[in-house]
């Protein structure tokens, strides 16, 4: 089953900058990574997808090295409002159909 | 645009009570989820719909869960009876394609309290 490791929680000050790691070791070569950010008492948002070396939008960047096992969101300039919860994402196929697996997802919490 | 509409936002029921959830997706969107979210975990797939057809119901527990999307549109997830341990957040989420580098629309979810 593919599965993710992000850390738990992380605690940042505002203005800086916010890397995330996550480790998925058994991601299928054909397969995506995807990031959502929670807030409470709201859905999962969509932040970011890539599949190799670098994405970047207007709210983060996505690093992807060589070999896909990792994978690091970088969120600039963070503010109070980036307190929130990021699940990093990739795909499961052995029920025979695509789906994500979300996994516990990291606790960014931003300090003034 | 309107997003994905759920209804209710709470409901408190006691156990072995029926409880119903309604989702209307973002127009468009063939595909639909419903996912569970413990507290403190990320959510998990309980079924997938592609129009009107469940595609992935694996991880839905058959014996008390039910789900619908009769014309391809809404949806509505049943629980019957409800057991303490079904306390959780039901989000919907719908996406206009299936797919690994689909975008998942979520709502806000209904938060069921079991008694």
């Known amino acids: 089953l593919a599965k993710t490791t992000q850390p738990i929680s992380m605690d940042s000050y505002e203005g800086q900058e916010v890397n995330i790691t996550c480790s998925h070791n058994n991601i299928a070569t054909n397969d995506y990574i995807t990031w959502y950010q929670q807030f409470p008492s709201q859905g999962p948002r969509f932040i970011i997808q890539g599949y190799k070396t670098k994405v970047t939008n207007e709210v983060a960047s996505l690093f992807i090295p060589a070999d896909r096992k990792s994978s690091t969101l970088s969120l600039p300039r963070v503010s109070l409002s980036d307190t929130a919860v990021y699940y990093c994402l990739v795909g499961d196929e052995t029920s025979g159909t695509y789906k994500y697996i979300f996994g516990t997802g990291t606790r960014l919490k931003v300090l003034a | 645009e309107a997003g994905v509409v759920q209804s209710p936002r709470y409901k408190i029921i006691e156990k072995k009570q029926p409880v119903a959830f309604w989702c209307n997706p973002i127009s468009g969107h063939n595909t639909l989820y419903w996912y569970r979210q413990n507290l403190g975990q990320g959510p998990e797939l309980l079924i997938r719909y592609e129009n009107e057809e469940a595609v992935d119901d694996s991880q839905l527990p058959k014996d008390r869960f039910s789900a619908e999307r009769l014309k391809g549109v809404d949806s509505t997830l049943k629980i019957q009876p409800a057991e303490l341990g079904d306390s959780a957040v039901y989000l919907c989420?719908?996406?206009?394609?299936?797919?690994?580098?689909?975008?998942?629309?979520f709502g806000p979810g209904t938060r069921l309290t079991v008694l």
């Open positions: 989420a719908s996406s206009e394609r299936q797919g690994r580098y689909n975008e998942q629309f």
